[in-house]
C-alpha cells in the first residue's frame, strides 16, 4: 500500500531560495521510483499548474492563506490539525521552517538556517521573536529534521538543543539549466533586459543586511582602482528588510553598480554565464546556493569564509572576509591571475556535479521511510 506523504508547497510559489528549495525539491521526488503517495497543500486556487494531472499526486487546499494559517497555528496555537484539510497522512513534511498541528502523520521540517539565531544583528527583529518562540515548538514536535548543511545542523544542536541523532543533514541540488553551454542570443538577452553590454562581476541575493552588500560595493570600487577590470557589478535580487543602506551604497557608486531587482528564475543561469565571476561575500548562509549555481554554469566564485560557504564550494572558489579591503583583494586576485580562473572554471564544475535534486529527493524519501 502507497505511503501517504503531506508535502506543504505553498512555499514552493515564493521566490529567492526557500522557494527554489520547495519547488525543486517537490518536482525531484514526484519523479522519483517509489511507493510514494503525495497529497500537496496549496492555498485554494493557488496550487502550482505543473502539478495538475500528476500520477500519485493528489492536491489539497487551504481555505485560508498562509500568513492566516501560520497566524492561526504558530502564533494562537489554534490545535486544528493539518489532516483535516489534507485527510489520514503518514507523514508530513513542511519545507519552510514550521510544522502545524498534527493528528497522526509523522512530521519532517525542514531548516535551511539560523541566521536569526547566529547573526541576530542582520536579522528582521519581529522575525527573529516569531520564530524564536514558533520553531522550538515546530522541532519538538518532528520526528526528524532535515538541515541543508552540516553547519544548520551544528547550529540546530547548539541554539536550540535539538539531539544530534534527531538532525540529518542533506544538501541541495542544482537544476539542469544551471549548465555551462550558453543559450541562443543570452549576451544580447542580458543586453536588452538588463543593460549589461560589457564585462561584469555579479552578486545574487535578497538585499538585506546579511548579504554585505554595502562591503561588497566598496570592495569592487577599491578593486576597480587596483586592476584594469572596465565593468560593472551587477546585483540581482529584490529589496529585503532594511535594503536602503545598501541601495544607496549601490547608487553612489553610480555607473559601476547595476541593480537589476529580482531576476525571473528563467534569465539566472545565463546571468551567471556571462559573469567574470560570482562575489557572494554574505555574513551568514545556511547553504548558499548561488554559488553552487554559478560555478554549474562554469563560473568563478568569491565567497566569505564563514557558515556553510566553505562546506558547499570546498577548494573550487577564492575565500574573503567580510570587510571590503578583504573582498577587494580576492577580486584582483582572481581577475588578473588567468590561471587560477581556468582551475577555478574547472574545479568549480566537477564540485557542481556533485550536487543534484535526484540525489536530494532520493536522500529525503530514505528520511520519509526512516520514520514510518
Known sequence: MPISIGYDARAALQGAGVGR??????????????????????????SPSWLR?????????????????????????????????????????????????????AGIVTVHDLSFA??????????????????????????????????????LVACFGVP???????????????????????????????????????????IEPRKNLVATVEGFKRARLQCTFDGVLAIAGA????????????????????????????????LYRQAEALVYASHYEGFGLPPLEAMACGTPVIVSNNSSLPEVVGGAGVYCETDAESIAGAIVRLLEDAQLRTKL??????????????????????????VV
Open 21 to 46: 528549495y520547495a519547488r525543486a525539491l517537490l518536482q525531484a521526488l514526484l519523479v522519483a521510483p517509489g511507493d510514494e503517495e503525495y497529497v500537496v497543500l496549496a492555498e485554494r486556487g493557488k
Open 53 to 105: 494531472g500528476r500520477e500519485h499526486v493528489r492536491l489539497a487546499s487551504l481555505p485560508v492563506s498562509q500568513r492566516a494559517s501560520d497566524i492561526a497555528w504558530q502564533r494562537l496555537r489554534i490545535p486544528v490539525p493539518v489532516e483535516w484539510f489534507t485527510g489520514p497522512l503518514r507523514i508530513y513534511h513542511s519545507p519552510d521552517y514550521l510544522l502545524p498541528p498534527l493528528a497522526h502523520a
Open 118 to 155: 547566529r547573526v541576530p544583528q542582520f536579522a528582521h527583529p519581529q522575525l527573529a521573536a516569531f520564530l524564536n518562540r514558533a520553531l522550538p515548538r515546530s522541532l519538538r514536535r518532528a520526528a526528524l529534521v532535515l538541515a541543508d548543511s552540516a553547519c544548520t545542523a551544528e547550529d
Open 164 to 206: 544530534a541523532e534527531r538532525v540529518r543533514t542533506i544538501y541541495l541540488g542544482v537544476e539542469a539549466s544551471f549548465c555551462p553551454q550558453p543559450g541562443e542570443d543570452e549576451r544580447e538577452h542580458l543586453a536588452r533586459e538588463y543593460g549589461l553590454d560589457g564585462p561584469y562581476l555579479l552578486t545574487v541575493g535578497t
Open 239 to 270: 529589496p529585503g528588510w532594511l535594503a536602503e543602506e545598501s541601495l544607496e551604497a549601490a547608487r553612489r557608486a553610480g555607473r559601476h553598480v547595476r541593480l537589476l531587482g529580482r531576476v525571473p528564475d528563467a534569465d539566472l543561469p545565463a
Open 345 to 370: 572554471v574547472r574545479t568549480g564544475l566537477e564540485r557542481a556535479r556533485l550536487f543534484t535534486w535526484e540525489r536530494t529527493a532520493e536522500q529525503v524519501r530514505q528520511v520519509y521511510h526512516e
